[in-house]
């Protein structure tokens, strides 16, 4: 069983800048992905970005490439999204995730930004 909290949302101006944290706790595999989705309203949820227990694997979706960088903390078993360059198209809720024979969600974190 694995918990996700995330935290760091909020609103912003077009532009600036947030940096999504997600805490987790539990049972923890070296082939565990983590990552962020985001789901924005009338939208089907998508990927943002994923990295591997390693720090390797990193997957971006191509909107966020060069503006958003995901991190992760294994001593802290917490995963970051640092997102700069921010845009209103951005403005969705941001889940964590983790996958290991099933995948476990947060319960997310609004960003909304404004133009």
């Known amino acids: 069983q694995v918990r996700l909290v995330e935290s760091g949302g909020g609103l912003v101006q077009a532009g600036g800048s947030l940096r999504l944290s997600c805490a987790a706790s539990g049972t923890f595999f070296s082939s565990d992905i983590m990552g962020w989705y985001r789901q924005a309203p009338g939208a089907q949820r998508e990927l943002v970005a994923t990295i591997a227990t390693s720090g390797g694997g990193i997957n971006y979706a191509d909107s966020v490439k060069g503006r958003f960088t995901i991190s992760r903390d294994n001593a802290k078993n917490t995963v970051y999204l640092q997102m700069n360059s921010l845009k209103p198209e951005d403005t969705a809720v941001y889940y964590c995730?983790?996958?290991?024979?099933?995948?476990?969600w947060g319960q997310g974190t609004q960003v909304t930004v404004s133009s």
């Open positions: 995730y983790v996958r290991q024979t099933i995948s476990y």
